[in-house]
C-alpha cells in the first residue's frame, strides 16, 4: 500500500535478502490504502486499517494473505475505522493501538490472528472487496483505553508496551507504559522513561532484552530522526 506518484496504491513489495533488493509481490492488496498496518504471523500476512481516500477518512478494511491459498481474502473489520496504527503480536494474538479516527484514539482493538484467518478462509467465494456478515460476532475485541495516544506498540514478555505518546492536555511525555493481560491494566515503568518525549515513534523488540525506538514527534511537533535503544530487563 502507500502513495506513488499522486496515486493511493494496492502494491506489496518483499526484500529478498540474497539479492538485497525490493520486489513487487505477486499478488497486491485487494484495497488499496494509505497509512495502514500489517501484521506477520501465523504464516499470513494481515492489513489493517489505513484510508482509501485522500481526505483521510479511515477504513475498517483488514484483509488476510496466507501461504497456504496465495490469495488474500477479507476478514472480521476493525471495531472503528481507524488509520496510522502501529500493531505488536503477543502469542499470536494482534494488537494496534496508536491511530486516528477523526481525532487521536486511546482505543486497542485486537484479535487472535489464526481466528482471522480462519474467518477469512472459512468462506473462499467471497470476493475480498464484499463486507463481511454478522459482525455482532467480530473476533475483534478492545482493551482498557490507552493512557496516551499516539503511543507506538511493542511487546515483550507476554505483555504489551505502549511507548511515548501525549496526554490530554496535548504535552507530549517520554513515558512508557506496559499492559498485562493477565490482569488488564496499563502501569508506567517508571525506571522506563525514553531520553527525550516522542509521539508517534515506532517501536520494536530486538533480541537480548533491548526495545529500539525510532523517529517521532517531539513536543514542538517537530519530525525526529532520532534512534533510541535501551534495555527491557526492568519492565
Known amino acids: 500500500g502507500g502513495v506513488a506518484d499522486g496515486t493511493i496504491v494496492k502494491t506489496v513489495y518483499h526484500y529478498?535478502?540474497?539479492?538485497?533488493?525490493?520486489?513487487?509481490f505477486l499478488q497486491p492488496m485487494p484495497t488499496a490504502r494509505f497509512q495502514l498496518t500489517v501484521i506477520s504471523a501465523q504464516s499470513a500476512l494481515t492489513a489493517c486499517g489505513g484510508s482509501t481516500h485522500f481526505s483521510g477518512v479511515p477504513c475498517?478494511?483488514?484483509e488476510v494473505y496466507t501461504t497456504e491459498t496465495s490469495q488474500w481474502h477479507t476478514t472480521d473489520p476493525l471495531p472503528v475505522p481507524c488509520w496510522m496504527m502501529l500493531s505488536?503480536?503477543?502469542n499470536n494474538t494482534a494488537y494496534l493501538l496508536g491511530?486516528?479516527?477523526t481525532?487521536?484514539?486511546?482505543?486497542?482493538?485486537?484479535?487472535?490472528?489464526?481466528s482471522l484467518i480462519q474467518r477469512a478462509t472459512s468462506h473462499p467465494q467471497q470476493s475480498a472487496s464484499a463486507a463481511r456478515p454478522d459482525s455482532t460476532s467480530s473476533a475483534w475485541k478492545?482493551?482498557?483505553?490507552?493512557?496516551?495516544?499516539?503511543?507506538?506498540?511493542?511487546?515483550?514478555?507476554?505483555?504489551?508496551l505502549a511507548v511515548g505518546g501525549k496526554n490530554d492536555q496535548c504535552n507530549i511525555l517520554?513515558?512508557?507504559?506496559?499492559?498485562?493481560?493477565?490482569?488488564?491494566?496499563?502501569?508506567?515503568?517508571?525506571?522506563?522513561?525514553?531520553?527525550?518525549?516522542?509521539?508517534?515513534?515506532?517501536?520494536?523488540?530486538?533480541?537480548?532484552?533491548?526495545?529500539l525506538v525510532v523517529g517521532g514527534r517531539d513536543q514542538g511537533w517537530i519530525r525526529m530522526n532520532t534512534v533510541f535503544l535501551g534495555s527491557l530487563i526492568s519492565v
Open 88 to 90: 505488536a503480536t503477543i
Open 103 to 114: 481525532d487521536a484514539t486511546k482505543t486497542v482493538p485486537h484479535a487472535p490472528v489464526a
Open 174 to 211: 517520554p513515558a512508557v507504559h506496559v499492559y498485562s493481560p493477565a490482569t488488564s491494566t496499563w502501569i508506567r515503568v517508571q525506571s522506563g522513561n525514553l531520553p527525550e518525549p516522542r509521539y508517534t515513534c515506532a517501536a520494536v523488540e530486538l533480541a537480548g532484552n533491548r526495545l
Open 142 to 160: 478492545t482493551l482498557r483505553d490507552t493512557p496516551l495516544v499516539g503511543s507506538a506498540a511493542a511487546s515483550h514478555g507476554g505483555m504489551l
Open 60 to 62: 475498517t478494511t483488514v
Open 99 to 101: 491511530g486516528l479516527t
Open 16 to 24: 529478498k535478502p540474497e539479492s538485497q533488493q525490493w520486489e513487487e
